[in-house]
């Protein structure tokens, strides 16, 4: 059983930094594959970034490529997102979630069989 805690969320200024941890309890190798969602009020939830636990290969959405990056420690214990130049329009519940180790991918919500409680981001303009 895989148990994920994120913190580091918080409140901060249109251009600002924030960097989240999502701290993941249990083994690696049940962990296929951990992302960050987001949802705003009133949206759906979409994949923000993704990190194949072994590899560390990273992917993202287009709407925060550049400017967001994911990353594993060298346990791959703890995984974090670091955000810069944040918009308003990232203002969201973010929420950390692991595939399991033999789940089919690391991109649609059904894949993840793991999610965090979520912390709250928000950006004022």
């Known amino acids: 059983q895989v148990q994920l805690v994120e913190s580091g969320g918080g409140s901060v200024q249109a251009g600002g930094s924030l960097r989240l941890s999502c701290a993941a309890s249990?083994?690696?190798?049940?962990?296929?594959?951990t992302a960050w969602f987001r949802q705003a009020p009133g949206k759906e939830r979409e994949r923000v970034a993704s990190?194949?636990?072994?590899?560390?290969?990273?992917g993202y959405a287009d709407s925060v490529k550049g400017r967001f990056t994911i990353s594993q420690d060298s346990a791959k214990n703890t995984v974090f997102l670091q955000m810069n130049s944040l918009k308003p329009e990232d203002t969201a519940m973010y929420y950390c979630?692991?595939?399991?180790?033999?789940?089919?991918?690391?991109?649609?919500?059904?894949?993840?069989?793991?999610w965090g409680q979520g912390t709250q981001v928000t950006v004022s303009s």
């Open positions: 990190i194949v636990t072994s590899s560390d290969i990273a």
């Open positions: 249990g083994s690696t190798a049940s962990r296929k594959c």
């Open positions: 979630a692991a595939v399991a180790q033999y789940g089919r991918s690391c991109l649609y919500i059904p894949d993840f069989a793991y």
